[in-house]
Structures are given as structure tokens and as C-alpha cells.
């Protein structure tokens, strides 16, 4: 069965800097990578999602990841983060699909002006 | 992308009463949607596979005689959780789409007292 680790529950940043968010996947095969991004009193919304090919992949909102196999890792980075980037962010994996998604425990990004 | 609609986006029940949850692909038909849980600053955690016109496929753990999916139409899942006790009180979200991705509705908070 599929994994993901996020280890970072928590993490702050100045409007300006840049942004990392960390995970890491278990998954036998090449898996299906996304990052969502959940404000409150709102639904996930799709940043970016991974499949195959080109293993920097560009989202919305200016985030790009990377999926790297030999760390078994899909970091998403901006360059510059606004206030209004400050969201929960979750990875999920799928194995083989974007169906019945496993999370990680999701990274909480604040945003300090 | 595709709108993905929950109703009601929260209620209040008291113990032992039961509660119904709508799940709507407004846009887009779903043959299979996904209902999820969410407990307070933790990951989603996937409960049941929805599917149109047959039984929903319930993950290890999940009582599928207190969680009772009904997938009718290909526009609507509906979630009733029976006989709610307090330890029910989560977020429930659903998702519909399709193999390269889904699309997540905004969810209802139960609180059960």
C-alpha cells in the first residue's frame, strides 16, 4: 500500500521568500503525485499533479514540484510566497490513478507580513 | 475545472440521530465518487468508493452499516451516517472525477453533541 510522509506540520514564512514543502512517497511503482491546497471553508484545489515525463512540473498559483525516484520525494517550491498563500497543503499519491487518494497529514504554511 | 458541490456545508445533530450528506458533481458525471474524513488538523482519510447504480466499497475499518452510501444517479452520492455519536464529529468531504483527477467539494463539518 501506498504512503506519504510530510514532515513538516508547520511551517512560516515572510511574504517574499521563497518556499519548500517536503514529501516523501512509498508506492512499489511509479505513482501518481499531487499537491492540493485547502483554505478554510473551502474545497482542495489542485496545484499541480505528476504522472510521467518531465519530473519539474509547473502548477497554478506559480508553484512548481519535483519528482525525484531516487529520494522518493515531490517538494513544492515557490519562489515567492504572497499572504494569501497561507493555506493548509497536502501531498497525496495514487497509485496508478487519481482515484482513491492517500495525504499526508498535510503541512500548514503561514504567511508573516 | 469541474464543481463538485456538498450539502448541507454543516450541521448539528444530537446522539443517536442520523444525518444525510449530498455529494454533486454539478458539471461533470461521476460514475465513482469518493467520500473522505477529515479529523481536526489531520490528514483525509479515505472511507468509502461511491459507485452509480451498484454497492460502495468500504475501506478497512469503516463500518459500512453506520456510513450508509447510496450512489443513485450519476450527479449524486449521498453519506448518512445512522445512530451519530459525538466520536462521528469530523469533516466529511467528497470527491468525484476522474482517473488523471479529482475534484473535491468544499465538505460538511457534523457536529454531533
Known amino acids: 500500500a501506498q504512503s506519504v510522509t510530510q514532515p513538516d506540520i508547520h511551517i512560516t514564512v515572510s511574504e517574499g521568500a521563497s518556499l519548500e514543502l517536503r514529501c516523501n512517497y512509498s508506492?512499489?511503482?511509479?505513482?501518481?503525485l499531487f499537491w492540493y491546497v485547502q483554505s478554510p471553508g473551502q474545497g482542495l484545489q489542485l496545484l499541480l499533479k505528476?504522472?510521467?515525463?518531465?519530473?519539474l512540473v509547473q502548477g497554478i498559483k506559480g508553484f512548481e514540484a519535483e519528482f525525484k525516484r531516487s529520494q522518493s520525494s515531490f517538494n513544492l517550491r515557490k519562489p515567492s510566497v504572497h499572504w494569501s498563500d497561507a493555506a493548509e497543503y497536502f501531498c497525496?499519491?495514487?497509485?496508478?490513478?487519481?482515484?482513491?487518494?492517500?495525504f499526508g497529514t498535510g503541512t500548514r504554511l503561514q504567511v508573516t507580513l | 475545472g469541474a464543481v463538485v458541490s456538498q450539502h448541507p456545508s454543516w450541521v448539528i445533530c444530537k446522539s443517536g440521530t442520523s444525518v444525510k450528506i449530498e455529494c454533486r458533481s454539478l458539471?461533470?458525471?461521476?460514475?465513482?465518487m469518493f467520500w473522505y474524513r477529515q479529523f481536526p488538523k489531520q490528514s483525509l482519510m479515505l472511507m468509502a468508493t461511491?459507485?452509480?447504480?451498484?454497492?460502495?466499497?468500504?475501506e478497512q475499518g469503516v463500518e459500512k452499516d453506520k456510513f450508509l452510501i447510496n450512489h443513485a444517479s450519476l450527479t449524486l452520492s449521498t453519506l448518512t451516517v445512522t445512530s451519530a455519536h459525538p466520536e462521528d464529529s469530523s469533516f466529511y468531504i467528497c470527491?468525484?472525477?476522474?482517473?488523471?483527477?479529482?475534484?473535491f467539494g468544499p465538505g460538511t463539518r457534523l457536529t454531533v453533541l
Open positions: 497525496a499519491v495514487g497509485a496508478g490513478t487519481a482515484s482513491k487518494l492517500t
Open positions: 508506492y512499489g511503482a511509479t505513482p501518481y
Open positions: 505528476y504522472f510521467s515525463g518531465d519530473t
Open positions: 458539471d461533470f458525471q461521476a460514475t465513482t
Open positions: 461511491s459507485n452509480e447504480g451498484s454497492k460502495a466499497t468500504y
Open positions: 470527491s468525484g472525477g476522474g482517473r488523471s483527477e479529482q475534484f
